[in-house]
């Protein structure tokens, strides 16, 4: 079975900083590596995806993830901070080899709240 | 949102009474998915449908069923609605092509189980 952890339930920085939403996983097999963000009362957005490749992968709005296999981990990462970047993250996951109807496990979620 | 829209948005209903949501996508992908979000638990999986009249049970799918007659509807029927099913449904799409696994969203609909 497939499952995704995000162990803060939320990350505070100041405008202006490097931030970081850190995302582990548990696959049997290969890992297909999502980020989602939510905005209120929206629905998920989807901001970048691993599926195989370079280890940094560059997604919308200037973040980027780092995919790191031998921690299981797949970090959010943004070098300068934004107001506007305030919203609920979402990490996911996918087992390479599952065949059946690319179904993706969420980690329960991480609210980042960046400040003046 | 992704071609994808969800009605009704919002909804109140009564216990014991059938609650039907649908889902609607214009973007033709093979892939639908029904979603449940509530705080501290993220996004579960109820239900998804790989092709027309193909479906197959999430997570959550107790008391929970589904129906795809059209690529493009996915409705979502909750038998007996009890307070415990009050949450946020969220529908998604996927291709699921080999080079394009995620999901697309749609707006949601919050529904209160009195």
């Known amino acids: 079975a497939q499952s995704v952890a995000q162990p803060e339930d939320q990350v505070n920085v100041a405008e202006g900083n490097p931030l970081t939403v850190k995302c582990t996983y548990s696959v049997s097999g290969n890992p297909y590596l999502f980020w989602y963000v939510q905005y209120p009362n929206r629905g998920l957005q989807f901001l970048l995806k691993?599926?195989?490749?370079?280890?940094l992968v560059k997604g919308s709005y200037g973040f980027e993830a780092e995919f790191n296999k031998s921690q299981t981990s797949f970090h959010l990462k943004k070098p300068s901070a934004l107001v506007s970047d305030s919203a609920l993250y979402f990490c996911a996951v996918r087992d390479m080899w599952d065949g059946t109807a690319s179904k993706l496990t969420f980690g329960t979620g991480t609210r980042l709240q960046v400040t003046l | 949102d992704a071609g994808i829209t969800q009605s009704p948005r919002h909804k109140v209903t009564e216990t014991g009474t059938p609650v039907t949501l649908r889902c609607h996508q214009t973007?033709?992908?093979?892939?639908m998915y029904w979603y449940r979000q509530d705080p501290g638990h993220g996004l579960r999986l109820i239900h998804y449908?790989?092709?027309?009249?193909?479906?197959d049970k999430g997570e959550v799918s107790d008391g929970y069923s589904v129906s795809r007659s059209k690529t493009e509807d996915f409705l979502l029927t909750l038998e007996s609605a009890t307070s415990s099913q009050t949450s946020v449904y969220f529908c998604?799409?996927?291709?699921?092509?080999?080079?394009?696994?995620?999901?697309?969203f749609g707006p949601g609909t919050r529904l209160t189980v009195t």
């Open positions: 691993y599926i195989t490749g370079d280890n």
């Open positions: 449908s790989y092709g027309v009249k193909d479906t």
């Open positions: 973007e033709n992908h093979r892939y």
């Open positions: 998604a799409i996927s291709p699921a092509d080999s080079s394009s696994y995620e999901q697309y």
